[in-house]
Nanobody, 121 residues
Framework: VQLVESGGGLVQAGASLRLSCAASGSTSSINAMGWYRQAPGKQRELVANITSGGGSTNYVDSVKGRFTISRDNAKNTMYLQMNSLKPEDTAVYYC???????????????WGQGTQVTVSS
């Protein structure tokens, strides 16, 4: 099982980016998913998460009203639409997912490799 993020980049303040996280491999089902970020010298923090059906989402206060998390279960993909980006959003963004693996039937927590988001002022 792999999680692969894409969509990061260098943008100016006020711009938008859309991150994607695609799951592949022997996935039986994908339960809760989320986005974390880690800025230089800071601890990794939860940005947003979403339930398996997409009906419930949560956001850290600093991104509420600017970021939107969503998922397309048919594509095993999660998204993070980031609008009105600020320099303080600069970080490596990681996706995470709780995935039931076909071979064992157990749920494991997986992480992507991260994608850099840099917002210039």
């Amino acid at each position: 099982v792999q999680l692969v993020e894409s969509g990061g980049g260098l943008v100016q303040a006020g711009a938008s980016l859309r991150l994607s996280c695609a799951a592949s491999g022997s996935t039986s089902s994908i339960n809760a998913m989320g986005w974390y970020r880690q800025a230089p010298g800071k601890q990794r923090e939860l940005v947003a998460n979403i339930t398996s059906g997409g009906g419930s989402t949560n956001y850290v206060d600093s991104v509420k009203g600017r970021f939107t998390i969503s998922r397309d279960n048919a594509k095993n993909t999660m998204y993070l639409q980031m609008n009105s980006l600020k320099p303080e959003d600069t970080a490596v963004y990681y996706c995470t997912a709780r995935i039931v693996v076909v071979t064992t039937g157990y749920e494991y927590n997986y992480w992507g490799q991260g994608t850099q988001v840099t917002v210039s002022s």
